[in-house]
């Protein structure tokens, strides 16, 4: 491991710097970076995954270029929540999501699912993840966090992030705690604009503050800002991301935090857009970030070297000040990384194996919810079935891209149902609406799966065309619980927070009365269907 001592102003800065490149293997971007540059970290999408085989042969030859340019071992990174944000996604146990866990009710349960995750993802070469999410979804508008977050209360999200962050580092796996102060009473994705939360400073600490206060107890190794703008904490109109009041301020000194101040990635438009990816780069050290993240341009990430390197030649930023962030940052890497870096032949026969499979399952299938049957729909009877599924898409650029192939139809039909499906995208226009109340006139028993039904007006006018017939559909969210908000009145609903293939068979499972349907409601949908919401009313 290097010493402070011994490194040159250009290797301090290169660690400052955690970048992404477009590649399933080390290709001459990154090996320059690495090699030339000595940044001190990258950062895995889906684009550089094809098989756990695959990753753990990348993120060996990463380090491997690392030890050749002498430079301390890299971190290597990736967004694994879990659901519907995670980078690898075939022959891993892929965990549910925050919301899904809440859903189970088990404390214990988040921690097993990091526990098992940061096993794999340790495995595989990973070491540190973007996880969890310890936003608070109190708003149904938002469109980039909804299932991301464990739901709306803040001793809960509190609990279960501070119980996913042990089974993280128990696994050897930097967590962060994302995205500070709090990103989920936003109505604006800040990948696509500048959001602001305008509360006050008492209802922010006693709400968005407290899952990072109980973060910060339980020591987790790294929080990320986010790129939103708090009036309360900055008068200045300067997001998270760039504000000293915020990170330095507020975190460091007021919360006590010393360990690694991540930025989210200063590509967003949240950033690009108002500030300019490089200066952001500079203005981020200059607040308090020790790890400046630039996911995909390497010419945004060259700039922001070249710029943090004048910065400090030219007194803007003093070295001392890149001095403490490198501290911070190699005695993470000798905490984390003691063990060594190489994927372990042994670690990798447990990737996706059927004990971490189990332990996926039962969490998914405690995540199911039924939030009314007033007709006593279910269990679904052995007649015909119509099923109608929403095709998962990318709600976000977190999402990346969403290909799922398994369908809610299919699943039923593997629990025995006689089924016919109809897939349907999100947006539903009015010549498939027609066809689809024309198709469903001879059936009896009719499901409909439905995918962030409140952004997306179509599939509300399809379960009203259902309704007008004289159908009593049976709705399942397969993401957004906030769906039956849209049609209040259907008269059966469920809930299983993600499309993945574990939580369609959970969900056809449940259905079916192949398993119970115990989750409770980690969000409230209306006064009717408030948090903790379950089958047998409230909890």
Known sequence: MMELAGMTLEEKVGQLIQAGFHSLEPDEHILDLI????????????????????????????QEAAQRAGTAPLWISIDQEGGMVARITEGVALMPGAMAIAAGGSVEAAYEAALVAGRELRALGVNMNFAPDLDINNNPTNPVIGVRSFGEAPEAVAAYGAASIRGFQDAGVSATAKHFPGHGDTATDSHLDLPTIPHSRERIEA?????????????????????????????????????????????????????????????????????????????????????????????????????????????????????????????????????????????????????HRQTARR?????????????????????????????????????????????????????????????????LDDEALQALSTQAEPFGQIV???????????????????????????VVALRNPYDL??????????????SRPLALESAAKGLTGAIPMRGRLPVTISEAYPVGWGADGPC
């Open 207 to 355: 709400v968005e503050l407290v899952p990072f206060r109980r973060a910060v107890a339980e020591g987790v190794d790294a929080v990320m800002s986010s790129h939103i703008v708090f009036p309360a904490f900055e008068p200045e109109r300067l997001p998270a991301t760039l504000s000293r009041r915020v990170l330095t301020g507020l975190l460091r000194e007021e919360l006590g935090f010393d360990g690694t101040i991540v930025t989210d990635c200063m590509e967003m438009q949240a950033i690009a857009a108002h500030y300019g990816t490089v200066e952001a780069a500079v203005m981020a050290v200059e607040a308090g970030a020790d790890i400046v993240l630039i996911s995909h341009s390497r010419e945004l990430q060259e700039g922001a070297l070249d710029a943090l390197l004048e910065a400090v030649r030219s007194g803007r930023i003093s070295e001392e000040r890149i001095d403490a962030s490198v501290r911070r940052l190699l005695a993470l890497k000798r905490k984390r990384l003691a063990a060594g870096t190489e994927p372990h032949e042994a670690a990798l026969r447990l990737v996706g194996c059927e004990a």
């Open 448 to 474: 409909v799966g439905t995918y962030n039904a409140s952004f997306h007006p179509g599939q509300v006018r399809l379960i009203e065309a259902l309704q007008s017939l004289g159908k009593r559909p049976l």
């Open 35 to 62: 090699e030339r540059r000595r940044i001190g970290g990258v950062i895995l999408f889906a684009r550089n995954v094809q098989s756990p085989a695959q990753v753990a042969a990348l993120t060996g030859k990463l």
């Open 363 to 427: 969490i998914s299938e405690a995540s199911v919810t039924l939030v009314k049957d007033e007709e006593r729909l279910l269990p679904l009877r052995r007649v015909p079935t119509l099923v109608i599924h929403t095709a998962a898409v990318a709600t976000s650029i977190a999402d990346e891209a969403v290909d799922i192939p398994h369908t809610l139809g299919k699943a039923l039909a593997a629990q025995g149902l006689d089924v016919v499906e109809r897939i349907i995208p999100v947006s």
């Open 485 to 498: 908000r849209e049609f209040p009145d259907v008269s059966a609903y469920a809930a299983v927070y993600e």
